[in-house]
């Protein structure tokens, strides 16, 4: 994405940073070679003009420092103008609402809209540790509704179920009602695009806001398609006010007019980009990353953060290797404890694990909720090192000191172990069979 751009600026830049001192005239045909990069990238000329005016303010105010090249002076005003120009900082999904927050994705036919709702959910799922319910509220494209069914298959996201002959406002009420009723945390709403913006498309997504009152409105708009894209986007803002933008296909476009543009002529922030067909190509949109990209000082941290996924999906591979062989001690126990406080409790892990819900039944006869969840990292924490290695030295005298020092009882030490002994023996057994929990930790 943004090679063709990026292409033409590293060749302007060679050619200024390679020389000690810049006269006036240097600069001024290096502007000049930019402005018009920019408008072959097809950004909007007056985005492009105002840019300019800003790169050349900075560059006659800026005190030379003596460690850089006048040259490299330039690249970093460059960079912080088109830093600015993006946005300035990243403006991730909001779910600052109470549950289930509804989110609502409106945009042309075509755009990305439904590949893009799927791609949401399985990030808010497996990032954030959210519940997230899909429904498509599109009756005029046949097969949209069922299309979305299948994407929430493939990538194990609830979808509300398809009631034929049903129109968008009501959909989108049962799916806020299902929503509720199923304790989910995010409601995605993919409603119908058309071929162009019409009134009756308009009426029918405001009908939807108003019924549903969404705390995001994502636009969805296809890079490729340029100014165009830019011209929808302040279109379905100025009759819905959406509260940012998707932009799809970003891995399809050499140019990236539209990423440049957005932000500067309609006011709203780029929220996340599309860069990829597969459900998980959906990246955060960090004026900073993109700026270093477009100017080919490569995107160091978005390969950082793919590699913390790895390690951390590595982590819970080989905790599920463990937990097999039968090593699930009271030290492993106290990690997923507290795991489970941080994905959202026991709802938010259950909901998570396949094939779970006999375990679930289990750990709830056993007295674990969310509420004790704490009692049980302090009664943990009150062990010996090797108590937690070897439970079975537990006898009557260990246990009082143990309830002593995390402020419990002993039967409440003995409900832990209880617990402890359960889980570990369902985790040998489950490790056992193929395809079972085990499977699913892994790929957690
Ligand atoms: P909708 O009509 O707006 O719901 O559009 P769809 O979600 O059905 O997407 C139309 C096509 O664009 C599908 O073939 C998607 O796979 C493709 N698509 C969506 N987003 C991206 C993206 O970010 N990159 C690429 N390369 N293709 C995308």
Redesign the pocket.
């Known amino acids: 994405m943004f090679e063709s751009l990026s292409d033409r600026l590293s060749g302007i830049f060679d050619k200024l940073t390679g020389r000690g001192a810049l006269s006036e005239a240097d600069v001024d045909a290096a502007m000049r070679e930019i402005r018009r990069a920019l408008l072959e990238a097809d950004v909007a000329l007056p985005v492009v003009r105002q840019f300019i005016e800003e790169v050349r303010r900075e560059a006659v105010g800026a005190t030379v420092v003596k460690s850089v090249t006048p040259g490299q002076m330039v690249v970093k005003i460059v960079h912080d103008e088109l830093v600015k120009m993006l946005g300035e900082t990243a403006e991730p999904i909001s779910l600052a609402a109470a549950a289930p927050v509804p989110i609502m994705?409106v945009?042309?036919?075509?755009?990305?809209?439904?590949?893009?709702?799927?791609?949401i959910a399985r990030r808010l799922q497996n990032r954030e540790k959210k519940r997230v319910l899909m429904a498509s509220l599109?009756t005029q494209?046949p097969a949209?509704q069922e299309?979305?069914r299948v994407?929430g298959e493939e990538n194990g996201i609830e979808t509300l179920k398809i009631v034929p002959g049903q129109n968008p406002r009501q959909i989108a009420e049962r799916a806020m009602t299902a929503a509720r009723l199923g304790g989910f945390d995010v409601v995605i709403l993919?409603t119908a695009?058309r071929l162009s913006i019409d009134e009756a498309l308009m009426t029918e997504i405001a009908d939807i806001k108003k019924t549903t009152n969404p705390h995001e409105i994502l636009l969805?708009a296809?890079?490729l398609t340029g100014q165009d894209a830019v011209a929808t986007a302040k279109a379905f803002d100025e009759r819905m006010n959406v509260t940012g933008i998707v932009?799809?296909?970003?891995?399809?476009d050499g140019r990236g007019g539209a990423a440049l543009s957005m932000r500067a002529t309609t006011g709203k922030p780029i929220k996340l980009?599309?860069?990829?067909?597969k459900a998980d190509?959906?990246e955060e949109f960090h004026p900073r990353r993109i700026a270093d990209r477009i100017l080919g000082m490569g995107d160091i941290v978005s390969l950082v953060e793919k590699a913390a996924e790895h390690v951390d999906a590595e982590k819970a591979a080989a905790m599920a290797q463990k937990m097999a062989k039968g090593g699930f001690d009271l030290n492993d126990l106290k990690d997923q404890l507290a795991q489970m406080e941080k994905m959202g409790g026991l709802g938010g892990l259950m909901g998570m694990m396949p094939g779970i819900g006999k375990m679930k039944k289990e750990m709830a006869a056993a007295g674990l909720d969310d509420g004790i969840i704490k009692k049980q990292v302090a009664i943990i924490n009150s062990m010996t090192k090797t108590e937690r290695k070897k439970p079975d030295i537990l006898k009557a005298s260990r246990k009082k000191r143990i309830a002593a020092g995390s402020g419990t009882e002993v039967a409440e030490v003995n409900k832990l172990l209880k617990m402890h002994r359960q889980m570990a023996d369902m985790m040998k057994m489950m490790g056992r069979k193929k395809g079972g929990m085990m499977a699913g930790l892994g790929s957690m």
């Open positions: 994705m945009g042309l036919q075509g755009s990305g809209k439904t590949t893009t709702s799927a791609k599109d494209r949209a299309q979305l994407l993919d695009g969805v296809d890079s932009l799809t296909r970003v891995d399809g980009i599309g860069v990829g067909e190509a959906l």
